[in-house]
Nanobody
């Protein structure tokens, strides 16, 4: 069964950096938009960054200039480099993939990111 697996979460001090990685199990994910969402306790799940199949990137305003999304089509991975982390970035981060026709989407199991001194 097709799936996404995240890695790279953890505890970091404010101002620090983390890199999240998402590995897709099947090659057809190269045709999908892929990206990252996050959900903090008691809040809704929000888009952080997206890398479209056309090669465009979109970011939430709150992370612009600090986070960078990248994609490796050969390895079937999408990464999120997070710099200058703030306590408000604390959340569970989820990898996401959306099919071209919008009929199918996939979620990873989530990885915890905690920014605290």
């Amino acid at each position: 069964q097709a799936h996404l697996v995240e890695s790279g979460g953890g505890l970091v001090q404010p101002g620090g950096s983390l890199r999240l990685s998402c590995a897709a199990s099947e090659s057809f994910f190269s045709l999908f938009d892929m990206g990252w969402y996050r959900q903090a306790p008691g809040k809704q799940r929000d888009l952080v960054a997206m890398f479209t199949r056309a090669g465009n990137t979109n970011y939430a305003e709150s992370v612009k200039g600090r986070f960078t999304i990248s994609r490796d089509y050969a390895q079937n991975t999408v990464d999120l480099q997070m710099n200058s982390l703030k306590p408000e970035d604390t959340a569970v981060y989820y990898c996401y993939a959306d099919s071209p026709d919008g009929l199918y989407d996939y979620w990873g199991q989530g990885t915890q990111v905690t920014v605290s001194s």
